[in-house]
């Protein structure tokens, strides 16, 4: 289905940037939830059975309408999250990327496959994995990235041959309520459904689809999984972070200023792997953080139009601006300084771009993720203490490395506890969708992406297996037993499997 379920209340939805109201949308109550999860149960046969080649026709279908309506689509995305005009056009180029990608691949991604069997007495055996899609993929998004985020799931679960039912965030609902009208215009069928609404709406797709992806705050993933668990139904959670970046002595400081800047200001810091911790070795700590505060107030903050003139959205809502506040706040309490930044700029929900250095691990903003435009930096003595503290997190969602030595890159990636690792980088893994994207510890659980497992992750493995032949009337090792043919099987396995003469007999 792509309309909206009738509510009995609505949602409000406000520009940051300004307070002023955008739209609304209906708050969707748990039972009209269940029946659009019903309805899609219904729908969903016949869209497996397009197979990967009929249902990539329909997204690319869908592909064309957003590149028709791609400026539209950004001002929404615009009017609702206050974010910086080339970074609401990104999350429209995410859409057609991902389209692109998936549905190139997905006839090759979901083929069946046909292994060898593990030893020569398997050899009378055909054997098959199939893959079978999940009847209905519940998808539950943030307000950070009110189109893109969905993208990044509603499209190879789509090709999959699941329905989807895509909840949004209550604070950045419109994007995800013009691709449903834009599936609805190209003749996509009802396997795809969006519905609005609060906590009770979530809670609603959570306790109904067949496979759950959630991204969001570890807090709710953990209710989420204790849900989920009750029913053994599979899920992906995407959680929380508090992504280190590691400079070391040998860095091209200039790259390094420039990525980090972006890596830790992107989508004003609220951005799942932004870089949110700095650990830079002493000999080039005073270099590198005079680069970095040049970058950073160099930076244009404001509300943006059609015109890119600015760098830095605003915050996603007013309880954003308070967690920046209240770390930095509390930082200097402690004895951290300020260079650059540091305070609400006094228009809407914008934040100046901070770097804070004079920083250590008892204070909050080096132990809870922050979301917002904050850089705080440290010095370490040498690369053992820099990989120790990164390390020193309950979050492990990815990090990066920057070095003049690869292979000294390399190195260092494998001791860092995170899902992925940029070597002189930032946030690439991201925009690599052929690397599995997913976080470590209390940054979540599975991952996105990653070639055919991105594809796959929708689907359940179904294993096939039949005579290679028709030729014998029962196998050898069916009733009757006899010591012969036993003594045949186990001399076979033996021969295969023992090491040493002995153990032959």
């Known amino acids: 289905m792509t309309s909206i379920p009738v509510a009995e209340a609505t949602i409000v939805v406000r520009n940051p940037a300004n307070d002023q109201v955008v739209g609304s949308v209906a708050d969707t109550s748990a039972g009209a939830v269940a029946d659009a999860i019903a309805a899609l149960r219904g729908h969903q046969p016949h869209w497996e059975s397009l197979g990967p080649a009929g249902r990539s026709e329909v997204l690319f279908a869908l592909q064309d309408w957003i590149l028709d309506n791609a400026a539209r689509l950004a001002d929404v995305v615009q009017s609702e999250s206050g974010k910086a005009r080339a970074e609401a056009e990104l999350e429209v180029t995410a859409w057609v990327d991902l389209i692109s990608y998936w549905g190139r691949n997905a006839e090759r991604f979901l083929a069946d496959e046909h292994p060898a069997p593990h030893s020569p007495l398997g050899r009378i055996k055909k054997l098959t994995t199939r ?4 009847a209905v993929v519940g998808v539950i998004t943030p307000w950070n990235y009110p189109l893109a985020m969905g993208a990044m799931d509603i499209v190879p679960a789509l090709l999959a041959g699941a329905a989807v039912l895509h909840k949004p965030s209550e604070v950045t609902p419109l994007s995800a309520v013009e691709i449903a009208r834009g599936w609805a215009e190209v003749g996509g069928p009802p396997v795809f459904t969006v519905v609005t609404g609060g906590a009770s709406a979530g809670a609603a797709v959570v306790d109904g689809a067949d496979f759950l992806q959630f991204t969001g705050s570890t807090a709710t993933g953990r209710i989420i999984a204790r849900q989920r668990a009750e ?9 929380g972070g508090k992504d280190p970046a590691i400079v070391l002595a040998d860095a091209d400081l200039d790259r390094a200023a ?5 890596g830790a200001l992107l989508n004003a810091g609220q951005t799942c792997v932004s870089i949110e911790r700095v650990y830079v070795e002493a000999p080039v ?3 590198f953080v005079a680069k970095l505060t040049e970058r950073v107030q160099a930076l244009r903050v404001g509300q943006d139009d059609r015109e890119f003139r600015y760098d830095v959205g605003a915050l996603a809502n007013q309880q954003q601006v308070e967690i ?3 770390h930095i706040d509390e930082a200097v309490a402690a004895g951290a300084r300020i260079l650059t930044g540091g305070r609400p700029t006094g228009v809407g929900t914008f ?4 770097v804070l250095v004079d920083v250590d691990h008892s204070m909050s903003c080096l132990r809870e993720e922050t ?14 203490e820099a990989v120790e503290l990164a390390n020193d997190s309950e979050y492990g969602l990815s990090a990066s490395i920057w070095t003049g030595d690869r292979q000294r890159g390399h190195r260092l990636a494998r001791r860092l506890d995170a899902g992925a690792v940029n070597i002189n980088d930032s946030i690439a893994n991201v925009f690599s969708f052929t690397i599995p994207m997913g976080g470590w510890k209390q940054s979540g659980v599975g991952a996105r992406f990653g070639g055919a497992a991105g594809i796959r992750k929708y689907c359940r493995q179904q294993a096939l297996t039949e005579p290679a032949a028709l030729a014998m009337p029962r196998e050898v090792y069916w009733f009757p037993y006899s010591k012969a043919k036993s003594g045949f099987a186990f001399t076979l396995v033996r021969a295969l499997g023992a090491r040493g003469r002995r153990r032959l007999r």
């Open 324 to 326: 920046v506040r209240r």
């Open 231 to 239: 029913t053994f139904r599979p899920y992906s959670l995407e959680l």
């Open 258 to 262: 420039h990525g980090i800047a972006w």
């Open 131 to 134: 893959y079978r899609p999940y």
């Open 351 to 354: 934040f100046e771009p901070t």
């Open 285 to 287: 700590y005073e270099a």
């Open 371 to 384: 979301f917002g435009p904050t850089i705080p930096v440290i010095k370490v003595a040498d690369e053992h």
